[in-house]
């Protein structure tokens, strides 16, 4: 019974590389979520997609940031020229979409940028 | 815009002993949901416990419950019997019940409940 999965669980940077951050949603869930947490702080929200669509990026900054989640594969968040400022924990969550629509999050992947 | 706050940075309690953690929150909506999520050191986002607003009973879930007042906009979580394992920090968040609203939960700054043998 697999839950979110995301991986790498820890990825470093140094400045200026790219990130690539994967999520795979819970079996039967078509709805993904990317939340940034900076440390000592609450989670930020910053994308939700479906398949094959970004269905709202308003807390994605506007740029070095992206998202898509394909028809086939995991959703991925990519980082481009990465800056200290990017060090943080990234959460996917994920869910099926109708009803309650609870969120499910994966065990988050904490990026470290030198 | 949707807020949540949670005044208690940090809270203790005693092992076996109760313990309430405070979540307000202000929105214009009259449907929605309400959660409240742990975060142990491990980091892991665990969902505890889940409210619909149109629901007037307390959501319990085995020792965790909560009380939910929807006029003063308050939605607190209680711990009974508090164990070891329920140290962590505690999230409140508040998502829209809208179809075609946005989804994405809003989140408090969160409570560091420590538990104390």
């Known amino acids: 019974n697999a839950g979110v999965m995301q991986n790498p669980r820890h990825l470093v940077r140094r400045r200026g590389q790219e990130a690539r951050l994967r999520c795979s949603p819970m079996?039967?869930?078509?709805?993904v979520y990317w939340y940034r947490q900076l440390p000592e702080e609450g989670l930020k929200f910053m994308v939700y997609?479906?398949?094959?669509?970004?269905?709202?990026e308003s807390g994605m900054p506007k740029e070095r940031f992206s998202a898509e989640f394909p028809k086939e594969g995991p959703s991925i968040l990519r980082i481009q020229q990465v800056v200290r400022g990017d060090s943080a924990a990234y959460f996917c969550?994920?869910?099926?979409?109708?009803?309650?629509?609870?969120?499910?999050f994966g065990p988050g992947t904490r990026l470290t940028v030198l | 815009a949707q807020t949540v706050t949670q005044s208690q940075p940090e809270m203790s309690v005693q092992e076996a002993e109760t313990v309430t953690l405070s979540c307000t929150y202000d929105?214009?909506?009259?449907?929605?949901?309400l959660f409240w999520y742990k975060q142990p050191p491990s980091r892991q986002m665990i969902l505890v416990i889940r409210?619909?607003?149109?629901?007037?009973q307390n959501a319990t879930e085995n020792r965790f419950s909560v009380n939910f007042q929807k006029a003063a906009k308050s939605f607190s979580l209680k711990i009974s019997d508090s164990q070891l394992g329920d140290a962590a920090m505690y999230f409140c968040?508040?998502?829209?019940?809208?179809?075609?609203?946005?989804?994405?939960?809003?989140f408090g700054s969160g409570t560091q409940l420590t538990v104390l043998p």
């Open positions: 969550a994920s869910s099926p979409g109708r009803g309650p629509d609870t969120q499910y």
């Open positions: 079996k039967g869930h078509s709805h």
């Open positions: 968040a508040y998502r829209s019940a809208w179809a075609g609203s946005a989804r994405q939960l809003t």
């Open positions: 997609l479906q398949k094959e669509n970004i269905i709202d």
């Open positions: 929105t214009s909506e009259s449907d929605y949901y």
């Open positions: 409210q619909e607003a149109y629901k007037q």
